[in-house]
């Protein structure tokens, strides 16, 4: 039987999509709520960076990644997001609200099936926490809103972290689990608490990135906390100087970690110059580590601060190694040291570490 040009024509398209399949993925989404129909794409360990324009929330994005990976959707102007598990050969379908970007389910892929499967589960627990943290950050709320909507919020993240170590314990080769630590049971404050789940992995979970970021981040926090020998470091102060761990041998010394932009740190610098005032200079030394990228921001702040004790201004910012080494993930961040170069304090509030201080160093009446 003789095969017309067309039927030709028709199987050579087919043979093309096929192949166009093996060598990328498809990515559909029809996400409500959109106000800005720009949505932004990053993908790979290089952040590669594309953008897609939704029509009435729909859209359909095509990309390449050998390896399973994650893809971020950055939403309305990058103030939601949502990830995606990706690979060649697949087509994965995205829905939900902009609203709550926490709740967008994604079918196709092993992942994402399980992570969705997993919010599903949990759908109000997890609506509430979005509410919960939107009123939160809502400045119409009295102090007093502000501690009984704090205390509901470590509720239901407790349910959500209880829940989520179930489904670990269910799911210990899955990237899955791997996410959800990240998601709902790492606290940057005491990092190491995921060390139990992370032994838990096997297989693919233990193979992949993330699992190796994340045991990074624990590892990190170990190497910081309480009764730890503090780690060296090697810096230049605003006055030009080279300065390291070694600088302040045999003095305590108050390590804090700040930007220009942290409001919530203005306040502790007045609580630094009182303790500056109160304890003697042989005794105590003071070093606050600026992670402004542009330097005469910081200087400005100093200066309007009248912030005296040393300081020096990493202008790598939130890629300088010494952050790295203190395990900083956000600002305000303090530490104490002692004359024997110990953790004796180790993220805490200013005021603690002044508690600490009276009771290490004696004060002459």
């Known amino acids: 039987m003789k095969i017309t040009d067309s039927i030709r024509l028709l199987l050579l398209a087919l043979i093309v999509v096929s192949c166009g399949n093996e060598n990328s993925y498809t ?13 932004y794409v990053v993908t790979g360990e290089n952040l590669r960076f594309d953008s897609i324009q939704a029509k009435s929330g729909k859209f359909t994005y095509r990309g390449v990644s050998k390896t399973v990976e994650p893809l971020l959707l950055y939403m309305e102007d990058k103030n939601a997001w949502t990830t995606i598990w990706v690979q060649n050969g697949e087509t994965f379908s995205l829905s939900g609200d902009a609203g709550y970007p926490e709740l967008i389910m994604v079918k196709g892929g092993e992942i994402n099936n ?26 119409s709320n009295t102090n007093i809103n502000n501690s009984q909507l704090s205390s509901q919020l470590k509720n239901v993240d407790q349910i959500l972290k209880t829940r989520a170590q179930d489904f670990i314990a269910a799911h210990p080769s899955s990237v899955a689990s791997l996410v959800l ?5 790492l ?12 032994i838990q992995l096997t297989g693919e979970a233990k193979a992949n990135p993330l699992y190796e970021k994340l045991n990074t981040i624990c590892k990190k926090d170990l190497q910081t906390k309480i009764g730890q020998p503090a780690l060296n470091f090697k810096l230049k102060d605003t006055q030009n100087d080279t300065i390291s761990l070694n600088t302040f041998k045999d003095k305590y010394l108050i390590l804090t970690f700040a930007t220009s932009q942290c409001e919530l740190c203005k306040p502790e610098y007045e609580e630094l110059k009182a303790i ?41 910012g939130w890629a300088s190694e010494t952050a790295s080494l203190y395990n900083v993930s956000s600002v305000p961040c303090n530490y104490l040291i002692d004359k024997n170069g110990i953790i004796i304090g180790s993220k805490l509030r200013i005021d603690s570490i002044q508690s600490i201080l009276k009771e290490k160093i004696k004060l002459k009446k």
């Not at 989404?29 to 949505?39: R, T, Y």
């Not at 399980?114 to 943290?133: H, P, V, Y």
């Not at 606290?187 to 992370?198: E, F, R, V, Y």
């Not at 109160?278 to 910081?298: Q, R, Y």
């Open 114 to 139: 399980l992570l969705s499967g997993f919010k599903r589960d949990n759908l109000a627990a997890i609506k509430e926490k979005c509410t919960l943290r939107d009123k939160l950050s809502s400045e």
């Open 181 to 185: 630590i990240q998601d709902y049971i």
């Open 276 to 316: 500056r005032k109160t304890f003697p200079a042989k005794e105590l030394a003071i070093l606050t580590v600026s992670l402004d990228e542009n330097k005469e921001n910081w200087k400005a702040l100093a200066k309007d601060r009248e912030i005296t004790w040393t300081q020096a201004i990493d202008s790598m």
């Open 27 to 39: 990515l559909k989404g029809n996400i409500k709520g959109l106000q800005n129909p720009k949505i």
């Open 187 to 198: 606290d940057t404050k005491n990092a190491c608490g995921i060390q139990p789940l992370l």
